[in-house]
Nanobody
Framework: QVELVESGGGLVQTGGSLRLSCAAS????????MGWFRQAPGKEREFVAL????????NYADAVKGRFTISRDYAKRTVYLQMNNLKPADTAVYYC?????????????WGQGTQVTVST
């Protein structure tokens, strides 16, 4: 069964950093774009970042540009989201996503989500 398993969420103060990880259960994910979406309470799920299957191209939501960095490790079948200078507005459940995703259309595969809470 295909799985995406996230880790790294938690509670952090404004201005702090966290790194999210998403490990894929199958090597086939190395052939797909991977990315992150998030959903805050009472809001719709929104795009955060994605990385191409080659790793040579990335795309970020305007709200996180310059603060978040997405990367991937093919040997570990893992995608990372380094989040710096966190703000309370970043508080959300973060979901790993894989497949033929774009900034407007998620792929077919989702992780279970990891909570990120940024305190003032």
């Amino acid at each position: 069964q295909v799985e995406l398993v996230e880790s790294g969420g938690g509670l952090v103060q404004t201005g702090g950093s966290l790194r999210l990880s998403c490990a894929a259960s199958e090597r086939t994910f190395n052939n797909y774009p991977m990315g992150w979406f998030r959903q805050a309470p009472g809001k719709e799920r929104e795009f955060v970042a994605l990385i191409s299957w080659t790793g040579g191209s990335t795309n970020y939501a305007d709200a996180v540009k310059g603060r978040f960095t997405i990367s991937r490790d093919y040997a570990k079948r893992t995608v990372y989201l380094q989040m710096n200078n966190l703000k309370p507005a970043d508080t959300a459940v973060y979901y790993c996503n894989a497949g033929w995703l774009t900034s407007t259309t998620p792929g077919d595969y989702w992780g279970q989500g990891t909570q990120v809470t940024v305190s003032t």
